[in-house]
């Protein structure tokens, strides 16, 4: 795996131990094709980090920030070791997403998010945990965007304050583009009738 394009373009990335779903390559390419220049000056979050191969390909392609946050200390070990391949500068936090997201008050332009998918019955579906988490649409600034790559099939998005842009499947990875959807409060603040 490496970075598909911009000033770390060719680096090959070093993959955690532990991670036995890194991106497709052409996935990863295909969802920053589709982000062109909004990448461009953006603040980033990578959750579920892994590699760190969607934030460090953001920085790669002119974000002005990133901050990776993975629990796993062989994913902090390869996002570090990345950086320093590719020269690029980033936040590290070594925690659960879910904590960091109550705890933070950070907001970003973008969320990459490629939870891990549940491989047994009873694991915790953490596309589904995060898509209804109330906290992380408040780090999501004003017409930002979350990129959520999970195992095809519904989740219901609609239903939890999310309005789909994109849907896209790849085999058996499905990516959403999605944005925080406006209620009606929000909309007369927004407008100053409230």
């Excluded at 970075?3 to 990863?28: K, N, Q």
């Excluded at 990345?82 to 020269?87: A, G």
Aim: proline share 5%; glycine share 6%.
């Amino acid at each position: 795996m490496r970075i598909i394009s911009g000033s770390a373009r060719g680096i090959p990335l070093r993959i955690p131990s532990h991670d036995l779903r890194p991106t497709m390559e052409m996935v990863r390419g295909a969802i920053f094709s589709a982000l062109g220049e909004r990448v461009i000056d953006a603040r980033v979050l990578d959750l579920f980090s892994g590699s760190g191969a969607f934030g460090i390909e953001a920085l790669s392609r002119g974000a002005v920030a990133t901050t990776f946050v993975d629990n796993h200390p062989k994913a902090i070990a390869a996002i570090k070791a990345n950086l320093e391949k590719t020269r690029l500068e980033a936040a590290i936090v070594r925690s659960d997403v879910f904590r960091f997201l109550e705890r933070t008050d950070q907001t970003f332009h973008l969320i990459f998010a490629d939870p891990p998918y549940s491989k047994r019955p009873n694991d915790p579906d953490l596309a589904a945990k995060l898509i209804t988490s109330i906290t992380l649409k408040n780090h999501l600034v004003d017409n930002g965007l979350l990129v959520l790559e999970k195992t095809s099939g519904d989740l219901p998005v609609e239903s939890h304050g999310w309005t789909i842009i994109r849907d896209k499947t790849y085999g058996s990875t499905q990516v959403l583009f999605l944005t925080a959807s406006r209620t009606i409060e929000d909309t007369c603040k927004a407008d100053g009738a409230a």
